[in-house]
Each structure stands twice: as structure tokens, then as C-alpha cells.
């Protein structure tokens, strides 16, 4: 057994483990990044990878944490400023559906995006250049360690490391590794196509968005559900020189992450829903690579942001339903929660208590 890093030691490298580390370094804390080496083909570990980054500048919900999220475009620009292009710009809007009024005003609604090619490229450049520790491994399992010393991590590569402060920011992985998270926390199963080009027929590059996402819906009705169940949400975002075309949401009951469903039959659901679309029908034969990620999301809306009840030196940070808008605003909060003076932790747990998000049992 090693000696145990000092400070904070985070369980994957998706969002959510990224910017609270680059937000650790902020607060001067050691920080140690657990992460798998970048999987290819088309199933990958990440919701990051493949996500839209859409950023809506007006509020989703009457919630204090959706007017926050609303605000996100502002702490994209910061980062920005700081560290260097992350892929985040302001993005033309088109949204589709029945309300045509509704695709008239997109056009003039605050709206950004982070192009996630951009993303994942820069970001292990920048959390080096933050001095962020990697740790390029998966983590099979944690345990207490011996007299509530922290806890004991046996990783992919043979070797066993000790965290006596751990956050769990591993997606839709984080119940596989501490099965007594918040049984709010579920997973889906989410494809979209890669597509190598903006379709010339679209003209200029914008964001083509759906005027409803039915996966937010089926979301909510995740812990209600008596068997599996999928739905497409016809969106289409530029991405590095190409674009993200669907997304298939899937859901098994009980929302547990199991095995991932078979591409072929992925790829075949997400066109017939693109199909049965009056928008989508257009481009559901365009060529494009099918990817496939996990996601974790929390059916009563909050995400998980804090201290694990009952798990000593435990944290949680994960289980955004719209973790761009999200997690620039949270992570900052969490870090000094973590990391600060008393009288400053103390702040932000008051924020994030108000924000809805603290306990995270609560
Ligand atoms: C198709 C799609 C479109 C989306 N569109 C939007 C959008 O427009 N706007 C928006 O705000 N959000 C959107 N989202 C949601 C957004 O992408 C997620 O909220 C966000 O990426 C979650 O980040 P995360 O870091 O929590 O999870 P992830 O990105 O999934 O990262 C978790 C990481 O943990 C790693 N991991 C898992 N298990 C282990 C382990 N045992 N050991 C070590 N590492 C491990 C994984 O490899 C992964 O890299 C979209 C998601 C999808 C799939």
C-alpha cells in the first residue's frame, strides 16, 4: 500500500472530475485524477464525449439551480479566459416542432455551445498544466480502510492506492463502485451519430434542437418503469469539423447501469425515431458513426453534490440532467466546501443548500 496522496482524490474525468479538479487547484488542494485511458469504437465511457453542450441562456426549470444553470455561458467564458479555448461559443438556435412560433424566436434566444471535440482534446493539456495528478486506470472497487483511515482503491492496473478524501465523479459508474448512492441515481443508455459534415443542406452551422426532449420526460419516469424503454430526440450540433446527429435515451427498469445494448440495434432505433420524425425524417439514412455512452442522471432532477450519508470521507459529485449548465457553476461551490477555510466552507455549503442540492440524502 502506498502512502496516501494529500488532498483530494477524484474517480473519473468526464466534466463533472475535470472542472472540480481544475477548481481544487484553485483552492491550492493536491488533486489526483483517476481516469480510464481514452476508449475508441462505439462504446465509450463518457457522456461528455459524445454530449451536445448545449447551453440555453434562460432557465429549464422554476428553480433556483435552473436560473444558476442559465448563467452557465458566463463561467464558460471565464474558463475560458483562463485557460484557454475549451470549445465554448456563442451558437446560432434553431428549434423544431409543432409551435412555429417558437422556431421563428429561437433564433434571437441566448444560446451557446461547447463544441466537445474541442473539449476533450484541450482538457488533458489544461488539468496538466493545473498541476492535477493523472492516474490513467479504472477503479475496480473501494473499500473503508482499516480504522476510518479513508478508503482503499483496487485499480485495473494491479495496484492498490489509498484516498482519505474521495469523490466519486464517475457518471453512470459511480453506483457500481458504492451500490448505496441515493437510489435516485439512475443510469440510461444514450447513441448518437457522428456524422463526418454539417449536412451542406442546412446552410450555416447552428444548433437544431428539438422544442421538447422527450428523454427528459422519460427521466422523470424512470423509477415508475415495469420494463425497458427508448425514445429519440431529433437534435443535430456541429462537433470538431463534423456534427452529433439524435440521440436515443434508453432506460431498463430500475435504471441500473447493466450491459450496454447491442450497437446494430441502437443505431436501427435511433434512425426509425429520426424517421418517424416530420424534422428528423430528412436525415435518418445520412451516413454517420453510431457512438454509445452510458449516463447518469437523478430522476428527482438534483443532482448528487456532496458527503455520501453514512460513508466517512466519501463525496459525491454526479447525476446532472444538463451538466454543462451545471457543473461550472457547482464544482466551484463543492471545491470550497471541500477544500477552504471553515467560515468559506461554510458559505458554500449555505449555497448549495439553497441551490436544493445539499444533503445529498436529503
Ligand atoms: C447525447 C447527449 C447529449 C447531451 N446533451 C447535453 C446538452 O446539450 N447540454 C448539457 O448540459 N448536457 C447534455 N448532456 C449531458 C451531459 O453530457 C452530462 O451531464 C455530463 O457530460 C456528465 O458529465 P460527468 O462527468 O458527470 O459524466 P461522464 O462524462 O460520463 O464522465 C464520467 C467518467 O467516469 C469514468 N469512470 C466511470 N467508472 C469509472 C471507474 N470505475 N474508474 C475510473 N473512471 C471511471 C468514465 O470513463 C467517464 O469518463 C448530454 C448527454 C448526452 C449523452
Do not use: K, N
Amino acid at each position: 500500500m502506498q502512502t496516501p496522496p494529500a488532498g483530494v482524490v477524484i474517480v473519473g474525468g468526464g466534466l463533472a472530475g475535470s472542472l472540480l479538479a481544475l477548481a481544487l487547484r484553485d483552492q491550492g488542494t493536491a488533486v489526483t485524477l483517476i481516469h480510464p485511458p481514452v476508449e475508441s469504437g462505439a462504446v465509450s465511457g463518457s457522456a461528455t464525449e459524445i454530449s451536445y453542450g448545449a447551453l440555453p441562456g434562460w432557465p429549464l426549470a422554476p428553480t433556483p439551480l435552473a436560473r444558476l444553470a442559465a448563467g452557465a455561458s458566463r463561467q464558460w467564458r471565464q474558463l475560458q479566459q483562463r485557460h484557454g479555448d475549451l470549445g465554448w461559443r456563442p451558437q446560432r438556435l434553431q428549434l423544431h416542432g409543432e409551435r412555429a412560433v417558437l422556431s421563428v424566436v429561437s433564433r434571437w434566444l441566448p444560446f451557446s455551445q461547447v463544441d466537445t471535440a474541442v473539449l476533450m482534446a484541450r482538457l488533458p493539456v489544461l488539468l496538466a498544466a493545473a498541476g492535477v495528478q493523472p492516474r490513467a486506470t479504472r477503479v475496480q472497487s473501494l473499500a473503508p480502510a482499516p480504522a476510518g483511515e479513508g478508503w482503499d482503491l483496487s485499480l485495473d492496473d494491479g495496484a492498490t492506492f489509498r484516498a482519505l478524501c474521495l469523490v466519486l465523479a464517475a457518471g453512470a459508474g459511480c453506483r457500481t463502485l458504492w451500490p448505496m448512492l441515493p437510489e435516485r441515481l439512475r443510469s440510461s443508455w444514450a447513441a448518437v451519430l457522428e456524422l463526418p459534415a454539417f449536412p451542406a443542406g442546412l446552410g450555416r452551422s447552428a444548433a437544431w434542437l428539438p422544442q421538447r426532449f422527450a428523454r427528459v420526460e422519460l427521466e422523470r419516469r424512470a423509477a415508475t418503469l415495469e420494463q425497458l424503454d427508448w425514445v429519440v430526440d431529433p437534435g443535430l450540433v456541429p462537433r470538431g469539423s463534423g456534427a452529433l446527429l439524435g440521440q436515443l435515451s434508453l432506460i431498463r427498469p430500475g435504471g441500473a447501469l447493466e450491459q450496454p445494448p447491442l450497437p446494430a440495434q441502437s443505431e436501427e432505433q435511433l434512425r426509425s425515431g429520426l424517421a418517424s420524425d416530420p424534422w428528423g425524417a430528412a436525415w435518418s439514412r445520412q451516413p454517420g458513426r453510431l457512438r454509445q455512452v452510458p449516463v447518469a442522471f437523478c430522476d428527482g432532477g438534483a443532482p448528487l453534490v456532496g458527503p455520501v450519508p453514512q460513508a466517512q470521507g466519501l463525496w459525491v459529485f454526479s447525476g446532472f440532467s444538463a451538466g454543462f449548465a451545471q457543473v461550472p457553476a457547482l464544482a466551484p461551490l463543492l471545491a470550497q466546501r471541500l477544500a477552504a477555510a471553515p467560515e468559506s466552507a461554510a458559505r458554500a455549503e449555505r449555497r448549495l443548500q439553497q441551490l436544493g442540492v445539499w444533503p445529498v440524502g436529503g
